[in-house]
């Protein structure tokens, strides 16, 4: 059955979880000025991994670009998840794709400054460690691991998740992330992944994540 993006949304918030965590301190309160030495780089002249592409097969839609601003990070373990350091977003762009039963997605933020982004980084951390285990209102439990990944440059690690319960799909995540300089990059997969381990699926969206490092 093709997936929608409702219906990606809605596997995405089931796996997350329904609530039953609070939201963690994903990050210490952004300075309410920050001083500039020189002028950010936007990276909007970078094409993330698979922009624009199309469909590669007739089950999948093509990728597609969204450059909303407030958009939430896809890295959401605690449901909802707090991150103080998108107020202080320049750029946010969502690079995604659907298929049957599956989501797949790039993100890059873009900050003032690489401190600014070491700290969005550093935030991610913290929620995986506050929400590593759940369990949802309706009994569906969650499970997230992390793995370090030093060749994706500045703070880059993979994260892999999986939910299971009676009212929901079984499924999970497939995360990379890394830092280049002032910008924060995240290669996202849903799908059929019926444990929480650093696999296959995680070494893909490594590989993603990796293109983006080599293209900038």
Do not use: K
Not at 70 to 90: I, V
């Amino acid at each position: 059955m093709r997936a929608t993006a409702v219906v990606a949304g809605l596997a995405v918030a089931a796996v997350l979880g329904g609530g039953a965590a609070e939201p963690a301190p994903a990050a210490a309160a952004p300075v309410a000025h920050t001083v500039l030495a020189e002028e950010p780089e936007l990276f909007d002249d970078v094409l993330l991994p698979d922009e624009g592409e199309p469909a590669p097969a007739e089950e999948y839609t093509d990728w597609e670009t969204d450059r909303t601003l407030t958009r939430p990070w896809l890295l959401d373990p605690c449901s909802p998840t707090s991150y103080p350091t998108d107020g202080q977003r320049l750029r946010f762009r969502t690079v995604s794709r659907e298929g049957p039963e599956v989501f797949d997605a790039r993100q890059l933020g873009v900050y003032p400054t690489p401190e600014v982004a070491a700290e969005v980084v550093a935030g991610f951390r913290r929620v995986l460690d506050a929400c590593r285990t759940g369990r949802t209102d309706d009994g569906a439990e969650w499970t997230w691991v992390t793995a370090a990944a030093d060749d994706l440059g500045d703070e880059g690690f993979l994260a892999a998740s999986t939910s299971f319960g009676p009212q929901a799909p079984r499924g999970g995540e497939r995360i990379a992330v890394t830092r280049v300089r002032n910008a924060v990059f995240l290669a996202h997969a849903f799908g059929e992944f019926y444990s929480a381990e650093i696999d296959e699926g995680a070494q893909e969206v490594r590989e993603v994540a990796q293109r983006f490092v080599e293209s900038v």
